[in-house]
């Protein structure tokens, strides 16, 4: 049984030392962050890509990066996995990729802006997240 000083004082020092933790990570974190988000590859097409997908709330329905509603499939390894011939044609008529099944509301975009949204979920797809999302287990 510890005595009020004892307490108070293991209190102090364990605070200072799991605080000295908190930075000594949150610094790890932070020289890490610049390698990480692929920010090297930020152009003005991915930015616009990014207020594309903003504007048209592809949120509400899709993920990114975990962040999203769980209604349509993960976008972050879209680009991976499907090629960018298959983002524009799902962009352009998403009822002709998936015939009778539940589908994308299908907008009337540019094939510019189609350009810039396929940039900016290549560049998504390129970010370091730590293996996430997961790939699937082949049964």
């Known amino acids: 049984m510890l005595s009020k000083n004892g307490a108070k004082y293991f209190f102090i020092i364990g605070t ?3 605080f000295a933790i908190f930075l000594g990570l949150s610094y790890d974190t932070l020289k890490q962050v610049p390698k990480r988000t692929n920010s090297q590859n930020l ?3 991915v930015a616009n890509g990014k207020k594309l997908f903003d504007q048209n709330n592809c949120m509400g329905c899709h993920t990114i990066l975990g962040e999203g509603a769980y209604y349509a499939p993960e976008l972050t390894k879209i680009y991976e996995t499907k090629g960018a011939d298959w983002i ?11 015939p009778g099944a539940r589908k994308m509301v299908k907008y009337n ?31």
Not at 92 to 97: K, L, N
Not at 113 to 135: H, Q, R, S, T, Y
């Open 43 to 45: 152009t003005p097409q």
């Open 109 to 139: 975009f540019k094939e510019s802006e189609k350009d810039d949204l396929v940039a900016f979920l290549k560049w998504i797809g390129e970010i370091d997240a730590n293996g996430f999302p997961p790939k699937p287990i082949n049964q």
């Open 88 to 98: 524009k044609a799902m962009l352009t008529d998403p009822e002709s990729v998936y």
């Open 16 to 18: 200072v030392f799991f």
